[in-house]
């Protein structure tokens, strides 16, 4: 099946600092999905993007499908941003079944 | 916004026990899905249901797992005989019929067996 690798696994970054992370995938896709699990364990949907660029306030997403990445920015960090994020997608050869990445988990030190 | 909700929020039981997770999955989205998460580990996918009967199902949910859509509306996942290795969070996702919409995912049940 399609593998999803995200990087970097860890990232510990100062409140208002700026941070990017990687979501790699082994096929074509026609659904890339970018979460953010809260600590109470929640996955909050931030982006539905198979290909091209979206922003949603501090945060924004690139997805270049025809080289198999996706890249999640996160602007002015704030505390709350802390958790793990996850990339998930649908590749093209198979069922509808979303393969999620390992996640990067994101601290953010006020 | 449209929801998925799932209940209970969270669930003990002792080992042996049956269980049964409950969703109800946003009312114009016909694909149904369960996941887990053990804990700090990633999200794994369990089984995808469509048009009244499993689409496809992964390794995990082996016979001790069945799933049913009883009323129309709600969507539920059944463990016959809890195991330890059982304990996760559990989670409901559904998705228009359509093409070009994302998941949308519950907030989840955290079962624990002890």
């Known amino acids: 099946g399609i593998q999803v690798e995200q990087s970097p696994p860890d990232l510990i970054l100062q409140e208002g600092a700026n941070s990017t992370l990687r979501c790699n995938f082994s096929?074509?896709?026609?659904?890339l999905q970018w979460f953010h699990q809260n600590p109470w364990g929640q996955l909050i949907n931030l982006f539905y993007?198979?290909?091209g660029t979206k922003q949603n306030g501090r945060l924004s997403a690139t997805t270049v499908a025809t080289e198999r990445y996706s890249l999640l920015y996160i602007s002015s960090s704030q505390t709350t941003d802390s958790g793990v994020y996850f990339c998930?997608?649908?590749?093209?050869?198979?069922?509808?079944?979303?393969?999620f990445g390992t996640g990067t988990r994101l601290t953010i030190i006020p | 916004e449209p929801e998925v909700t799932q209940t209970p929020s969270h669930q003990v039981t002792q080992m042996g026990q049956e269980v049964i997770l409950r969703c109800v999955p946003i009312?114009?989205?016909?694909?149904f899905y369960w996941y887990r998460q053990i804990l700090g580990q990633k999200v794994e996918f369990l089984v995808s249901?469509?048009?009244?009967?499993?689409?496809?199902k992964s390794e995990i949910f082996d016979d001790q797992f069945s799933v049913e859509r009883p009323d129309g509306s709600n969507f539920t996942l059944k463990i016959r005989s809890t195991k330890l290795e059982d304990s996760a969070m559990y989670f409901c996702?559904?998705?228009?019929?359509?093409?070009?919409?994302?998941?949308?995912f519950g907030s989840g049940t955290r079962l624990t067996v002890v």
């Open positions: 096929d074509s896709v026609n659904n």
């Open positions: 249901f469509y048009n009244n009967e499993i689409s496809e």
């Open positions: 993007i198979p290909s």
């Open positions: 998930a997608v649908v590749s093209n050869f198979g069922n509808e079944k979303l393969t």
């Open positions: 009312s114009n989205h016909l694909y």
């Open positions: 996702a559904s998705r228009r019929p359509r093409s070009g919409y994302g998941y949308t």
